[in-house]
Structures are given as structure tokens and as C-alpha cells.
């Protein structure tokens, strides 16, 4: 199935790395080789089975241009597009306060570059946070294995500023003075509410 971006080019999967899925000095620390999403889709799940929060990832839209029927009760989708432009990954509500944010991974040690962010998701972040919503990026350093939660309005500052001339990037040291860490647990993996708390 052929999927493409609004723009109509193709979208390409990412191509899998040669060589051994581990590295020799690997070692089992249980659940830390999930991605961001997996361990924030788990600890969300554990959320609303307790009855604490309601928060979802945002399905992505696309829309299907070319479908293949091989039996009566099967369809094969073999062209699609990513109808629009996604916003942010995650939204819901905890303790009556309505969440919007995004995750992101670095396995840059230094600094998070803020090309992972794009205009669109910035905007919608900035609207949400103009109605009272809360606002943040869930950043994971992937090589110092942490997590931080960031708000919206301090990314605001760097996204602004790398327009006149500024940073193309936020400085980990920034990040981990300003951002809210959170330790990485077993049940939820990502315990962001507890950093959401220090923003109530």
C-alpha cells in the first residue's frame, strides 16, 4: 500500500539498521528499549484503568484513494494520504484540565533540535494555551535514558527566537533546569502526572 503526504510525495519507512540487533555490552533492563509512544500509550492506558486521566494518542488522518477487493470479506488499502497535517500527539483531560502535548525523542546528548517540531504543531499549541488548555512536550533523551516534561510557553521562547537569528535547538542544560523530570517506572512507565502536577 502506497501512502503520501498531502503534497503527494510518498511516505518512506524508516530503513532498518544492518548489523546486530543489540550491541554487545547490551544489557536487559526490561521495558527501556520501548519507544517514547509505546511506554506513553501504556502509561495512559494504566491511567484511565485506574480512573485517573483520559488521555489518547490522536489517530493520524489519511485518506484512501485506492482500494483492492481479493475476496468478499477482505479489502487490501493499496493507496492512501495523509489528508492533513497532524497536530499534536496526545490530548485529554486529567482533574478537569483539558492536555495537549507532543513526545519526542533525541538521541542527541547535548541539545533537543527543534526541527522535530514543525510550525503547524507549534500553532496549535499556542491556541490551546490561548483557551487554558495545558501545553508541553514529553522530550526523551534516548542515550542519558531521561525523560522531561517541558511547557509550552518555554518552547514557545526558542521556537520564537530561532526566527531572528536564534538557536536551531534547546540546550539539554535548559531542558533539565526549566523541564520537569520524570523518573522512568514500571507502572506507568511514564509517570508524566505527577509532572503535570506541578503545573496545576
Same mark, same amino acid.
Given at each position: 500500500?502506497?501512502?503520501?503526504?498531502?503534497?503527494?510525495?510518498?511516505?518512506?519507512?524508516?530503513?532498518?539498521?544492518?548489523?546486530?540487533?543489540?550491541?554487545?555490552?547490551?544489557?536487559?533492563?526490561?521495558?527501556?528499549?520501548?519507544?517514547?509512544?509505546?511506554?506513553?500509550?501504556?502509561?495512559?492506558?494504566?491511567?484511565?484503568?485506574?480512573?485517573?486521566?483520559?488521555?489518547?494518542?490522536?489517530?493520524?488522518?489519511?485518506?484512501?484513494?485506492?482500494?483492492?477487493?481479493?475476496?468478499?470479506?477482505?479489502?487490501?488499502?493499496?493507496?492512501?494520504?495523509?489528508?492533513?497535517?497532524?497536530?499534536?500527539?496526545?490530548?485529554?483531560?486529567?482533574?478537569?484540565?483539558?492536555?495537549?502535548? &507532543?513526545?519526542?525523542? %533525541?538521541?542527541?546528548?547535548? +541539545?533537543? !533540535?527543534?526541527?522535530?517540531?514543525?510550525? #503547524?504543531? =507549534?500553532?496549535?499549541?499556542?491556541?490551546?494555551?490561548?483557551?487554558?488548555?495545558?501545553?508541553?512536550?514529553?522530550?526523551?533523551?534516548?542515550?542519558?535514558?531521561?525523560?522531561?516534561?517541558?511547557?509550552?510557553?518555554?518552547?514557545?521562547?526558542?521556537? &520564537?527566537?530561532?526566527? %531572528?537569528?536564534?538557536?536551531? +535547538?534547546? !540546550?539539554?542544560?535548559?531542558?533539565?533546569? #526549566?523541564? =520537569?523530570?520524570?523518573?522512568?517506572?514500571?507502572?506507568?512507565?511514564?509517570?508524566?502526572?505527577?509532572?503535570?502536577?506541578?503545573?496545576?
Amino acid at each position: 500500500m502506497t501512502i503520501r503526504y498531502p503534497n503527494g510525495n510518498a511516505y518512506q519507512a524508516p530503513t532498518a539498521k544492518t548489523g546486530p540487533k543489540f550491541p554487545s555490552t547490551y544489557t536487559n533492563y526490561g521495558k527501556r528499549g520501548m519507544t517514547l509512544e509505546e511506554e506513553l500509550n501504556e502509561s495512559n492506558t494504566y491511567y484511565e484503568t485506574n480512573g485517573l486521566a483520559v488521555v489518547h494518542k490522536k489517530p493520524t488522518p489519511i485518506r484512501i484513494v485506492k482500494v483492492d477487493y481479493p475476496k468478499r470479506s477482505a479489502a487490501v488499502i493499496k493507496e492512501a494520504y495523509f489528508s492533513t497535517a497532524s497536530t499534536t500527539d496526545y490530548n485529554g483531560v486529567y482533574q478537569g484540565h483539558y492536555l495537549d502535548f &507532543d513526545a519526542k525523542e %533525541t538521541r542527541n546528548k547535548g +541539545s533537543f !533540535p527543534l526541527k522535530n517540531f514543525h510550525q #503547524h504543531q =507549534i500553532d496549535h499549541m499556542r491556541a490551546c494555551t490561548a483557551q487554558g488548555g495545558i501545553c508541553f512536550a514529553i522530550i526523551k533523551f534516548v542515550e542519558r535514558q531521561e525523560v522531561f516534561l517541558y511547557r509550552a510557553s518555554d518552547l514557545f521562547t526558542f521556537w &520564537d527566537e530561532q526566527a %531572528t537569528g536564534g538557536r536551531k +535547538s534547546i !540546550p539539554y542544560s535548559e531542558i533539565a533546569a #526549566h523541564g =520537569i523530570n520524570i523518573p522512568v517506572g514500571l507502572q506507568p512507565p511514564i509517570p508524566y502526572l505527577k509532572a503535570v502536577d506541578q503545573l496545576l
